[in-house]
């Protein structure tokens, strides 16, 4: 069974402190990794495809990368807007088309 | 380009009776996929259709829910006599075609039913 783990749960950073999200996935034969941002009473909002192992893509504050076994999103000098629940999720190279999300790790940024 | 859209955002329902919720998927989007997220869960898949086939059901509940994307107008994830388990944000998400693509998904439908 696909299975996507996310870890820490949630996590507190001080403006500008830098750290990593760690997405854990075990699926059959991976065709896609995604990252997603979901805000209180919102709709996870897209951020990231990851393809294949070594992968890495960019946007603004945000780095994520992915091995064979685990993908990481790394927040270099967050700020408190970037407090949000952190979303990743696989889809299996079976034909299926739907995304298997983990429970997500709710990031909180303060001034 | 207006993003996914769906209606009601919250609705409210007495336990036995039908919830109705609809999704208009992205312009030039003709793949919906609904989930549902309970407290404290990950989102978790329930069906995906195309226009007028319902490709995938593999994560619907075998009783009482069912989907359709009619040729014309939104996608309707249909819950009949619901009961106090079914209370969740249920999420739809459109895709412009399959294979890794990305799924943008809508504001979603916050269903209470008391």
């Known amino acids: 069974e696909d299975q996507v783990t996310q870890s820490p749960e949630a996590l507190r950073l001080q403006e500008g402190e830098s750290s990593s999200l760690n997405c854990s996935y075990t699926?059959?034969?991976?065709?896609?990794l995604f990252w997603y941002r979901q805000d209180p009473g919102k709709g996870p909002e897209f951020l990231f495809t990851?393809?294949?192992a070594g992968e890495e893509k960019e946007k603004e504050r945000l780095k994520a990368t992915l091995t064979k076994k685990e993908s990481f999103l790394h927040i270099t000098a967050p700020k408190p807007e970037d407090s949000a629940t952190y979303l990743c999720?696989?889809?299996?190279?079976?034909?299926?088309?739907?995304?298997?999300f983990g429970k997500g790790t709710k990031l909180t940024v303060n001034p | 380009n207006a993003g996914v859209m769906q209606n009601p955002r919250h609705l409210v329902r007495r336990r036995g009776q039908e919830a109705r919720l609809r999704c208009s998927p992205m312009?030039?989007?003709?793949?919906v996929y609904w989930y549902r997220q309970l407290p404290e869960e990950g989102l978790k898949f329930m069906v995906y259709?195309?226009?007028?086939?319902?490709?995938?059901e593999s994560g619907m509940p075998k009783e009482r829910f069912s989907a359709e994307f009619p040729k014309e107008g939104p996608s309707i994830l249909r819950i009949q006599q619901v009961v106090r388990g079914d209370s969740a944000a249920y999420f739809c998400?459109?895709?412009?075609?399959?294979?890794?693509?990305?799924?943008?998904f809508g504001q979603g439908t916050r269903l209470t039913v008391v």
């Open positions: 998400a459109s895709s412009p075609i399959t294979g890794g693509t990305e799924a943008f």
């Open positions: 699926v059959s034969g991976l065709r896609g």
């Open positions: 990851l393809y294949s």
């Open positions: 999720a696989v889809q299996a190279g079976d034909g299926s088309e739907k995304l298997v």
């Open positions: 312009k030039g989007h003709s793949h």
């Open positions: 259709l195309q226009k007028e086939n319902i490709i995938d």
